[in-house]
């Protein structure tokens, strides 16, 4: 099995359940998981999710910017468990 389809049936939906209740506790955190070791590093198949701090202070934030370094705009969708969607989108960090 590949780790995109691994990660799509068992982890997205656990993240799912994660930033629901980081969002309800205002829990900042960043997740990162890398889906295809075929790549070289610098172009590596990564899905990343963050919540950080409104004002920018963390150490939460710089981890997120190691991961997408430079100004980047980044769509993201959420699975929730009940199968319904939601499109969160990153600002730009730069």
């Given at each position: 099995?590949?780790?995109?389809?691994?990660?799509?049936?068992?982890?997205?939906?656990?993240?799912?359940?994660?930033?629901?209740?980081?969002?309800?506790?205002?829990?900042?955190?960043?997740?990162?998981?890398?889906?295809?070791?075929?790549?070289?590093?610098?172009?590596?198949?990564?899905?990343?999710?963050?919540?950080?701090?409104?004002?920018?202070?963390?150490?939460?934030?710089?981890?997120f910017a190691r991961?997408?370094?430079?100004?980047?705009?980044?769509k993201i969708t959420?699975?929730r468990a009940d199968?319904?969607?939601?499109?969160?989108?990153?600002?730009?960090?730069?």
């Amino acid at each position: 099995m590949r780790r995109e389809d691994i990660y799509d049936n068992n982890i997205a939906p656990r993240m799912a359940e994660i930033i629901r209740i980081c969002k309800e506790n205002d829990i900042p955190f960043v997740a990162s998981f890398q889906l295809d070791d075929e790549r070289p590093a610098e172009n590596a198949f990564l899905c990343t999710t963050s919540i950080v701090p409104k004002d920018g202070a963390s150490a939460l934030l710089e981890a997120f910017a190691r991961i997408y370094p430079g100004p980047h705009m980044s769509k993201i969708t959420v699975q929730r468990a009940d199968g319904s969607k939601e499109v969160l989108l990153l600002s730009v960090i730069s």
